[in-house]
C-alpha cells in the first residue's frame, strides 16, 4: 500500500479563544462531573459549545487526520472502550514475545517477593509500589503498567528484547507525550509519537510506515492525528497479532507492587 493508494480522512475543527479553565467552571456550575486534570468528555464539551454558540462563531479552524482502518486487521474502532476505562489517564502496555510472566516481571525490575495476585484494591502511587500486571496471549506476554513507564526505559525494552525478542510499547500519558517504542533483539527500531507520526526516530525509523499507512495515515506528512492512543494500539495489534480488550484488565492476575519503581 503506497502514499497514492488512500486519501487521510481528514476531520475539521473549530478552535475557540477559551480561558485555561472556562469550560470545567461552567461545567461543575451546570451540575456535570469532571475531572481537574486530562481530557474533558466529548459530550461535556459539546453541551458548552451548545450553551455558547457564539463562541464557535468567531473560532479559527484547523484540520486533524482520523485513524481508520485500511485494510483488514486491528482498527482504531477496536478499541472504543479504552476511554473511560480503568487504564486511566497515564499507562503503559508492553507487548513482548517469547518470554513467559514470571521472567517479563524479573526483567522489568520485579523481585520474587514483589511478584503476587494483583487485586482491584492494587493501584500505583507517588510514593508507593508502582503495579504491573501480566497475562499471556499466544505468544506474546502483555505486562501493563498502572500509571508507569519503565517499558520505554532503555533498559528495560532491551532486557524484555535482548537475543532475539521483541517488544512493543505503547505509552499514554495525557499531560505530557504519548509514545509508540518497538525494539527487535536489543536494539530500539522507532520510537514514534502518535499524534504527530512524522515525529520519529531510531534505527530503521521508518520500519513501520507500511501499518502507518493500513491506518490511513501517511508517514511522510505532517499530519497531527485525532485519535492518536487508539492508532497507537492498532498499531501494536497490528503488529503483534495481539487485540487487547477489557476481559485483559480484569484482576485478581498475576502481576508485581514494586517498591519505589518511580
Known amino acids: 500500500m503506497s502514499d497514492a493508494d488512500f486519501t487521510p480522512h481528514r476531520i475539521t475543527y473549530r478552535s475557540p479563544t477559551l480561558g485555561r479553565t472556562q469550560i470545567r467552571d461552567w461545567a461543575r456550575e451546570n451540575g456535570h462531573l469532571v475531572s481537574e486534570r486530562g481530557r474533558m468528555a466529548p459530550d461535556i464539551t459539546e453541551a458548552f459549545f451548545a450553551a455558547h454558540p457564539e463562541i464557535l462563531e468567531q473560532a479559527s479552524t484547523f484540520e486533524m487526520v482520523r485513524a481508520t482502518a485500511r485494510t483488514p486487521g486491528a482498527s482504531p474502532e ?7 476505562s480503568r487504564l486511566g489517564d497515564i499507562y503503559t502496555i508492553v507487548f513482548v514475545r517469547g518470554l513467559d510472566e514470571h521472567e517479563v516481571l524479573r526483567r522489568m525490575g520485579a523481585t520474587n517477593e514483589d511478584i503476587r495476585l494483583i487485586t482491584d484494591e492494587d493501584y500505583s ?8 500486571t ?6 506474546w506476554t502483555i505486562a501493563i503498567e498502572d500509571c508507569g513507564w519503565r517499558g520505554l526505559q532503555q533498559e528495560v525494552w532491551g532486557a524484555l528484547s535482548h537475543n532475539g525478542g521483541e517488544v512493543v510499547a505503547v505509552h499514554r500519558h495525557d499531560y505530557a507525550q504519548h509514545q509508540i517504542t518497538y525494539a527487535v533483539d536489543g536494539r530500539l527500531i522507532t520510537v514514534i509519537n502518535p499524534g504527530f507520526p512524522m515525529d520519529r526516530h531510531g534505527v530503521d525509523p521508518d520500519r513501520l510506515d507500511r501499518h502507518l499507512r493500513e491506518l490511513g495515515i501517511d508517514p511522510a506528512a505532517g499530519d497531527s492525528i485525532d485519535n492518536p492512543i487508539l492508532a497507537a494500539l492498532a498499531l501494536a495489534g497490528r503488529i503483534t497479532g495481539i487485540l487487547v480488550s477489557p476481559q485483559h484488565l480484569r484482576r485478581p492476575i498475576l502481576g508485581a507492587a514494586i517498591p ?3
Open 125 to 132: 502511587q507517588p510514593e508507593g509500589p508502582a503495579i504491573i
Open 134 to 139: 501480566v497475562r499471556r496471549i499466544e505468544g
Open 260 to 262: 519505589g519503581a518511580y
Open 78 to 84: 477496536d478499541y472504543g472502550w479504552e476511554e473511560g
